[in-house]
C-alpha cells in the first residue's frame, strides 16, 4: 500500500484519494519543467496542468516560478485532494484546480506555459482498478488530443512540457509536428544504468509560421539510479525538493 503522503522541504502531497500516485519520475519531470519555466516565465504569467492528479507538478513549479496555476482534473476525488494540497502549500493564493475534461475547457485567454504528465498512457495493459484505469488509457483522452488541447491554448510563444512513455516517443512527437510543434530538448530517462528508457520528457514549443523545419533537438540521457544513489542530473534536479539530498 502507498503512503498517504509524501512530504517535500517546503509542501506536502496527500495522494489516498488520487488513482494515480507520486512517482520518481514526475518528481524528475517536475523539477526539471520548474527549471525551465523558472528562466521563462514572469509574475504574471500563467501556467496550465493537465491532469493534475495530486497537484504533484503545479506545487513543483509553484516553489521556483511566480506564475499562476491552474490545474484540470477529470477524477473528482483527485479534484478534491490537489485542491486540499494546494491550499495547505505556501502558494495557494497563486493555485487552482478546476474539475472537468480538457477537451471541453473553453478558458478567457491563453496559457504561458501548459505542463502535463498525461494520465491516459496508451497501449499499456489495463489495471484491474478503475480509477487506475481511467487515469492512466486513452479511453477518455488520446495523445492527439491533448496535443490539440495545448495547440488551442499555448500563447504564440509559449512552453509546453509533457512525461509520456518512452515507447510513444515516436509517434507522439510526428502528432506533435504534424499540429505545429518543435521539440526543443528532450530528456530520456533510464531507471538504472542496466535499464532501457521508460519516460521521455519533451519540452515542445510552436513552429514559426514562415519555418517549417525540424529546429536542432537536444537530447539528453538520465539514468535515475546508480547503486544507491541518485544520477547526479537527477539528483541535482531533486535536491531543492526532497527531504534528504
Not at 147 to 175: W, Y
Request: proline share 6%; charged share 20%; with cysteine.
Amino acid at each position: 500500500m502507498a503512503n498517504p503522503f509524501f512530504r517535500f522541504k517546503q509542501f506536502t502531497v496527500f495522494q489516498d484519494q488520487c488513482a494515480m500516485k507520486v512517482s520518481t519520475d514526475a518528481c524528475i519531470f517536475g523539477a526539471w519543467m520548474a527549471g525551465v519555466l523558472k528562466e521563462r516565465v514572469g509574475d504574471e504569467s500563467r501556467v496550465l496542468d493537465i491532469g493534475t492528479g495530486t497537484g504533484l507538478l503545479a506545487l513543483m513549479v509553484a516553489q521556483q516560478c511566480p506564475a499562476f496555476i491552474t490545474g484540470v482534473e477529470i477524477q473528482q476525488s483527485s479534484t478534491i485532494q490537489a485542491a486540499s494540497n494546494m491550499a495547505s502549500s505556501p502558494w495557494s493564493g497563486r493555485l487552482r484546480v478546476v474539475p472537468g475534461d480538457i477537451n471541453d475547457f473553453t478558458f478567457s485567454s491563453s496559457f504561458d506555459a501548459i505542463i502535463s504528465n498525461p494520465p491516459f498512457f496508451e497501449d499499456d495493459l489495463p489495471s484491474p482498478e478503475v480509477g487506475r484505469n481511467l487515469a492512466r488509457h486513452g479511453e477518455t483522452l488520446t495523445f492527439p488530443q491533448m496535443l490539440r488541447a495545448i495547440f488551442r491554448d499555448l500563447t504564440a510563444n509559449g512552453i509546453a512540457g509533457v512525461l509520456i512513455p518512452f515507447h510513444r516517443l515516436d509517434s507522439f512527437l510526428s502528432d506533435a509536428l504534424d499540429l505545429g510543434f518543435f521539440c526543443r530538448e528532450q530528456v530520456f530517462l533510464q531507471q538504472t544504468p542496466a535499464h532501457s528508457p521508460f519516460r521521455a520528457m519533451l519540452w515542445l514549443e510552436r513552429q514559426s509560421l514562415d519555418v517549417r523545419h525540424d529546429p536542432p533537438t537536444l537530447t539528453h540521457q538520465w539514468i535515475i539510479k546508480i547503486g544507491e544513489d541518485y544520477g547526479p542530473e537527477c539528483k541535482e534536479l531533486l535536491k531543492d525538493y526532497y527531504l534528504y539530498l
